[in-house]
């Protein structure tokens, strides 16, 4: 059984070597997640680092599943930066190692990063994924809600374009 666990930056920093394999094997993988192929772990650090200074600075969550002590997946939550926003956050970057799919975890890594959310007092959250993608047939089973495709939104890792679809979710503490 995997053990999910929000992380502050001490953890997250600890965490970025495990992360970055995960990111990579994504987007080697084929998810549409910002990045391009080829892609190694090392290309990861940077976004990374990025992320570790938000959770330190309070404007991202982070959370982890990891198997017999090895992180295999990641999903954040990223707190709306504007005032007449206080109430929303969007959620990033769901990630499992293909080695560790079927499982259930991104299911557990969802329910965690929710609550977590909704105990900053996030109760809007909202994502965009690739459209026709694994990853998208996942959010309706969990309760998003589909708000809508933008066609030729990003590009998938090996260059062609790809549309992507909102979806938006209410959460309660």
């Not at 959770?55 to 969550?61: D, F, Q, Y």
């Not at 990223?78 to 560790?100: C, E, I, T, W, Y």
């Not at 694994?134 to 062609?160: H, N, S, T």
Request: net charge negative; charged share 20%.
């Amino acid at each position: 059984m995997p053990a999910i666990r929000i992380l502050n930056a001490t953890e997250a920093r600890a965490a970025i070597p495990d992360l970055c394999e995960v990111l990579a094997d994504c987007v080697e993988g084929g998810a549409s997640v910002g990045f391009m192929q080829p892609y190694a772990a090392a290309d990861a650090l940077p976004y990374w680092q990025g992320v570790v200074e938000s959770v330190e600075a309070g404007a991202n969550l982070l959370a982890i599943a990891e198997i017999d002590g090895r992180v295999v997946g990641t999903v954040q939550v990223g707190f709306a930066s504007m005032p007449n926003q206080p109430h929303r956050g969007d959620l990033k970057k769901l990630l499992v190692h293909r080695s560790a799919r079927g499982t259930g975890i991104a299911r557990l890594l969802m329910e965690a990063i929710e609550q977590e959310a909704a105990r900053h007092g996030k109760h809007l959250l909202v994502l965009d994924t690739a459209t026709g993608s694994d990853a998208e047939a996942i959010y309706p089973r969990l309760g998003w809600e589909r708000a809508g495709v933008i066609p030729d939104y990003a590009l998938w890792p090996d260059g062609g374009y790809c549309a992507t679809t909102l979806f938006y979710k209410r959460v309660a503490a």
